[in-house]
């Protein structure tokens, strides 16, 4: 976020996004990774100097993509679409590889086969992230899974309260980009991550590792490191 100098104080404003040759599943992931209703609290009326009480919206949905019809679609929604869609393809393509095998037994179609099989890993394969929550008292279990090289879908998992919260990762082409996740509310929780759980921040990638650092609604600190096969 860049911030705008006016009268002594700061006002952040949104980056601006490219979105030239950005796919749909491309476009609705950022929309949702980038939308979330946050908490606001202690804003009053100018001439009543009243508490103005807002609404609490829960999840983002998107409802319709241009004429498109999408059914409430939210960030845990469209991920397990994707999840069961790369699913799919990747049984189809190891059919599709072993079709090939099967007609084709000279040596030389080896490093094709490779290659698709490579790919498959890259998708399926979870990464085990190492994850530190300023303040947060219970361990956390946090893992990876790329849908491509430079978008995934970032799980984590708190044992005590046995509750799982869900998050992407996006990459630019210059090798940095952004991150967010957001849990559901939870009672068993301590203190303030009862609600409102969740955080966002930056990614950069460095020697096949993915560095992401930022903070959650109370301005505490979020890292995580993943590394890459």
Known sequence: MS???LLKKRISKPEDISDENTSEDEFLENVLDHCKYSPVKNIKKTDTKKKIIFKEFGECKIKYLNTKKMNDLTLKKFAEIDNNNQDSKNED??????????????????????KVESEI???K???SVALSWQNFP???IANLKMNSENSGILNIYI???????LGTIALNSDNNGNWSLSCPNNDDRPGVFKKGMGGSGTLTKENNFIIGKGLDIYKNEINFIAKLD
Do not use: Y
Not at 95 to 102: A, G, I, Q, R, T
Not at 159 to 165: A, D, G, I, R, S
């Open 3 to 5: 911030s705008i100098p």
């Open 93 to 114: 393509t190891k059919k599709e590889v072993s079709n090939k095998d099967k007609n084709n037994k000279p040596k030389e179609k080896k490093p094709e086969t490779t």
């Open 121 to 123: 890993k890259l998708i």
């Open 125 to 127: 394969k979870e990464i």
């Open 138 to 140: 219970k361990p956390i």
């Open 159 to 165: 044992h005590e309260t046995q509750e799982k919260c």
